[in-house]
């Protein structure tokens, strides 16, 4: 004979499943964040030489099943001749995906008073077409001074946070990018000094895994030093042992995990600051480029999550 069950029994047993259900569901969702702390985010560099239309490469993006994407104000300003940057935003947003960073190359660091003026302008114009397809970030290189290893980092920091008003009233925020083939901003810690100096409270960095072998700085655990909230992308990307530094190239740049880069310590450090922006794959290689976009596009993200799967298991 069959034990009768209560309404009020069933009710506390199933409400008691349910909350079973949603501790696992739960567990599920922190395990799944501690092995993947990160989002990804293609770098539309990475498949440029398909010479594909920016809309296109965003449903690529999508498609592949990365998060978010990282144009070129380039791109951005092709599409605004031919289409609508507000249909462009739509598709954006219909596909789930973000704009976390933009690239551009405003001349706001220079000594230069009249091209620094100019390079401001550009900054705002640039910035106001990111806001229009609902991007968050900006890029800021030290174009225009590459080559000047005697500009003050407490001038440049004044500089920057010229930008970074800027990016105030645009909604859109200036990160100060480290670059490795430059005389001024080659290494992480100028940078940093640059960002710290400015007094901002919206300063960011923008680092690049290739950027801080090139650049020759004593070894990337630096990262350590710096705070998660400090950066929202980091560009992601390897490097073969050959050429050595010194005559390495963008073009060299290999899919994370082909090459020698400590990828595993990075992203560890990553993780362990705090970081839980945007892995930005970029990458220049012409081998990628004589292939399909979207097969180029979904190696990317794989190879990508895989180093990040072998740095954070255990």
Not at 83 to 105: H, P, Q, W
Not at 222 to 234: D, E, F
Not at 303 to 308: F, N, Q, W, Y
Request: hydrophobic share 40%; proline share 5%.
């Amino acid at each position: 004979m069959g034990t009768r069950v209560s309404r009020r029994e069933m009710l506390m047993r199933t409400g008691a499943a349910a909350g079973v259900a949603a501790g696992l569901a739960a567990q599920r969702v922190e395990a799944g964040e501690a092995r993947e702390p990160f989002r990804f985010c293609l770098n539309t560099s990475t498949i440029r030489g398909q010479k594909l239309p920016l809309a296109e490469i965003v449903k690529i993006a999508a498609r592949a099943g990365f998060q978010a994407i990282e144009p070129w104000l380039g791109e951005i300003q092709e599409h605004a001749r031919s289409g609508s940057l507000d249909d462009l935003r739509k598709l954006i947003a219909d596909l789930g995906l973000t704009v976390e960073s933009a690239i551009g190359f405003a001349e706001w660091i220079v000594d230069d008073d009249a091209r620094r003026a100019r390079g401001l302008e550009t900054m705002r114009r640039d910035m106001e077409l990111v806001a229009r397809i609902g991007g968050a970030r900006i890029a800021a290189p030290p174009v225009g001074a590459t080559d000047q290893p005697d500009l003050s980092l407490l001038r440049a920091a004044e500089r920057y946070r010229a930008i970074l008003e800027i990016g105030d009233q645009t909604g859109v925020v200036p990160q100060v990018e480290v670059w490795g083939f430059s005389r001024l901003l080659h290494r992480l810690g100028q940078a940093a000094y640059v960002a710290i100096e400015s007094g901002h409270p919206k300063a960011c960095i923008l680092a690049d895994v290739y950027h801080l072998y090139k650049g020759g700085g004593p070894d990337p655990s630096g990262l350590r030093l710096l705070s998660g909230s400090s950066m929202h992308v980091m560009h992601v990307n390897d490097y073969p042992a050959s050429p050595p530094r010194e005559q390495i190239e963008d073009k060299h740049r290999v899919y994370p995990g082909d090459g020698v880069a400590p990828l595993g310590r990075i992203l560890r450090d990553l993780r362990d600051i705090g970081f839980r922006g945007a892995l930005s794959v970029e990458l220049f290689n012409p081998e990628y480029y004589q292939q399909d976009a979207l097969t180029v596009a979904r190696t990317a993200l794989e190879k990508t999550r895989a180093a990040v799967r072998r740095a954070l298991a255990g």
